[in-house]
């Protein structure tokens, strides 16, 4: 799935260097390992406050540690209004214990959604990553979600040295019968009356669909609409593209580093970019730039999928 855990670390970049972040940024994703035990959170949390006070700011979390989660995001939300958390799950209990290898860690998710729930976060998700083993388990954690009252986004493992450390993950094959479980995701979300819920079967479909990500391919806005930032300052176009743009702690500002031609030039290596990738990030900026051929999509398919949800 993601190696991260065990990648070796270096000395990471002073919290400060996060007031260089570009100020057009609207969302952050603030991702680890376990964000929650890096030692500088809260102060990497203020200084992003200071210079982006109005981005959402989304925490992935494995949700091992409710406590000090619940916690740190009832600190957080006491000085910056717009919080997100999401929860990774990937199966129902004993598969996630199996596939995460810690005891008690679904139970623990599961409390930290609550928690955050009883402290007044309303942007909670959980985040499912579909490997062959559990592809077959999407619709229950897709129901799980629902029961908690969150929103469920998926995607398939991602193979990355730059982020993920992880270059080996294999996709379930197109025509493996798990999949089906996907499909009755997709279906569902159709099936919903909220249009952000046909944009995410949109995304959720493109998961199974390589023709959807295939017809997107030259597309990607990757180093425009979004970036990759290291703990290290590395800044990179995405999470999955080992193109390093350049390192935040070299520069004064962040146009110094993004500068016109580096953006050009990034733009033109990311259009002819082969990797087959399907994250939220770059999904929701090609449904912001396409969005008659997304909802083109969203019509044909409620008519035709949204109508006979199993
Ligand atoms: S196509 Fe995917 S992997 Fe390639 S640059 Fe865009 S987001 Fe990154």
Known sequence: MCNIWNAEVHKEMAPSEYSKLPTTLRTLNISGGEPFLHPDLDEV??????RLPRARLVFSTNGLLTED?????????????SIGVGVSV???????????????????????????????????????????????DVLEVYRLAKELGVEFTATFAHNSDVYFKKTDNVQCSPESDS????????????????????????????????????????????????????????????????????????????????????????????????????????????????PVRSALWVITNKLKKGANTS
């Open 69 to 81: 989660v619940v916690a740190a995001i009832d600190r957080y939300k006491a000085f910056h209004e």
């Open 179 to 290: 999949l089906q479980s996907v499909s009755s995701v997709v279906r569902c979300q159709l099936k919903s009356v909220s249009p952000k819920d046909w944009l995410r079967a949109f995304h959720t479909e493109g998961i199974i669909d390589e023709r959807i990500r295939q017809s997107f391919r030259g597309e990607c806005l990757a180093g425009r609409r979004y970036f990759f930032l290291s703990p290290y300052g590395d800044v990179f176009p995405c999470s999955v593209m080992d193109l390093k743009l350049g390192n935040i702690t070299d520069v004064a500002d962040w146009n110094e580093l993004m500068t016109k031609e580096v953006v050009a030039r990034t733009a033109g290596i990311v259009k002819g970019c082969g990797l087959d990738c399907w994250m939220v990030c770059n999904t929701r900026s090609l449904i912001i730039s396409h």
């Open 45 to 50: 949390v203020r200084v992003i406050h200071r």
């Open 90 to 136: 990937d199966c129902l209990r004993d598969s996630h214990e199996r596939i995460r290898g810690v005891e008690g860690i679904f139970d623990k998710a599961r409390s930290t959604i609550e928690g955050l729930r009883e402290i007044g976060i309303s942007d909670l998700r959980i985040g499912m990553t579909i490997l062959p083993e559990n592809a077959s």
